[in-house]
């Protein structure tokens, strides 16, 4: 850690292939995003770090990103979390280039992967804010899935003020488990959603289910089939936690109309791509669905 006139502050290295830039942008595509906060480029993120309150203050110079701490130093523990959820959070321990060797060869990543190089999987990597992420997002639109998961933040979560803005926190599940359905109807839950979350908080509130039970797990399939055998998740669903949460390279949510359509922009088509035709995809993708998945996503954002 070193020092500043601006208190304390780390600097964490990063791959040649990676993007700052593009990150930011994937993370600033909605400006009803509450869980953090773009400003000229600088990135605001409270981290709950063992009940200790962090505000990082993320920027990005000479192939590292630097982390200021604007209200109160960390512990060295602390910081040494603090680290390892950047790391996480923007997959900066992956190794692309075969990725990319793989990309630069098929007709459709190509242009994606040049137009977009060194962009990573943004994670999230607490297992009960995805999940409730995915859940929300289940058969409405993104705008309105943004709004609904600021309203449950800002009546279920906790935070920080810092220069008059505040900064959230996702509720804990622990939080949640404690709700009624009526709870949730309230903020414009349907009754379905309201059932599913409240469950999942109460089965991890209680210990059944863990992010750490799950990684103990010999391979995704089992991971995916767990998740699955939970009420109010389908296969979309756990294949979306397995990305994000878990970093799987592989998982790939073959039924996403994100997907659908940034390939159908691709190809040029008149029509969506086939099921059978996405599985030959799937096949051309092996090892790299997860990401070949998140670049497609991300040239739906120039068309916006």
Known sequence: MKQSEEKCYIEISTPMLFNYDECLLFLARSNHEILHTIHNKILYKLL???NEFILCKISYSEQKIQVHFPLKT???TAVVQVIAYIREWFDLDRNLTPFYK???????????????DGLRIIGILDLFEALVWAIIGQQINLTFAYTLKKR???????????????????????KIASLNI???????????????????????ASGELTKEKLLKEEDSANIKKILMAIRGIGAWTAD?????????????????????????????LDRKPTIDELKEFEVLWQGWQAYA????????????
């Open 74 to 76: 960390p512990s060295q």
């Open 240 to 268: 979306y936690v397995l990305m994000k949460c878990f970093h799987n390279p592989t998982s790939f949510p073959i039924a996403d109309v994100g997907l659908h359509n940034a390939l159908k922009m691709q190809l040029a």
């Open 152 to 174: 449950f933040v800002e009546h279920f979560g906790e935070h920080v003020t810092y220069e008059g803005k505040a900064y959230w926190l996702f509720p804990t599940c622990e």
């Open 48 to 50: 709950n770090i063992h």
């Open 293 to 304: 998945t998140f670049y497609l996503w991300r040239s739906l954002y120039d068309n916006v």
């Open 102 to 116: 793989m990309a630069h060869k098929d007709k459709i990543l190509q242009q994606v992967v040049k137009k977009y």
């Open 182 to 204: 009526e709870d949730l109807r309230a903020l414009q839950f349907t009754v379905r959603k309201s059932e599913y979350i409240i469950a999942i908080a109460q089965a991890m």
